[in-house]
């Protein structure tokens, strides 16, 4: 991953270099175009210099999936002192509509709400004693006495994974070689033997 991370880094920073080198050597009085492409070719390259920081291991700011599997979470609390305003670090996979893992797990960094830390503690703590737990998405409450933006605000609701169902045992008649049989065929053991009586004795 990170080979390919430096491999795809370098390609690019040595297709801009080549780009910039043709334009700056080439004959012409456009230089308002030239100077806009040059422009434009260092913000791209600061803007993929920055974007790579999601692929090597850093939490994403990106909104968090719909219903996802918790694996852990870090809470940075708030720090008045530090002027820090707090964050949740959470490693999360994707849930589909049957509580499947869908894709590989992530991390994922959203604002610190106080709701926020207390349904990740008690995530955490039935993650302690083996209990796997499900993450869902909520729908923010605005509040009229907060003045703040609250669009990339970010609920969730933590709560046991529901166990998968297991396959109902089959009970309905089928026919096998024109017998009608339901569920398991019994067998009668010859005491004298102690072999299976696959056909009754007829009665004299």
Same mark, same amino acid.
């Given at each position: ?29 456009? *230089? &308002? &175009? ?30 968090? %999936? #719909?219903?996802?599997?918790?694996? *852990?979470?870090?809470?940075?609390? %708030? ?17 589909? $509509? ?26 955490? &703590? ?5 209990? #796997? ?20 605000? #970010?609920? &969730?609701?933590?709560?046991?994974? %529901? ?5 109902? $045992? ?5 026919? #096998? ?18 072999? %299976?009586?696959?056909? $009754?004795?007829?009665?004299?």
């Amino acid at each position: 991953m990170a080979e390919g991370i430096i491999g795809l880094t370098a390609s690019f920073l040595v297709l801009v270099a080549l780009i910039l080198w043709l334009i700056i050597l080439s004959k012409g009085k456009f *230089w &308002i &175009i030239k100077s806009i492409v040059i422009t434009t070719s260092t913000l791209f390259s600061i803007i993929v210099l920055i974007s790579l920081k999601d692929f090597i291991g850093w939490p994403s700011s990106s909104k968090l %999936p #719909q219903e996802f599997q918790l694996h *852990w979470a870090i809470i940075d609390e %708030p720090d008045k002192i530090k002027n820090t305003e707090g964050a949740i670090y959470m490693w999360v996979t994707k849930l589909d $509509k049957e509580n499947k893992n869908k894709g590989l797990p992530r991390s994922y960094k959203i604002d610190y709400t106080r709701k926020n830390h207390e349904e990740i503690m008690k995530g955490l &703590i039935n993650l302690g004693d083996g209990i #796997q737990q499900k993450g869902e998405k909520v729908k923010v409450k605005e509040d009229i006495d907060i003045e703040e933006d609250l669009s990339n605000l #970010q609920e &969730i609701m933590i709560y046991e994974l %529901p166990k998968p169902l297991l396959p109902e $045992k089959n009970t309905r008649r089928r026919e #096998q070689g024109g017998a009608t049989t339901s569920g398991f065929n019994t067998l009668e053991i010859d005491p004298e033997t102690g072999k %299976p009586i696959l056909e $009754k004795k007829k009665e004299e």
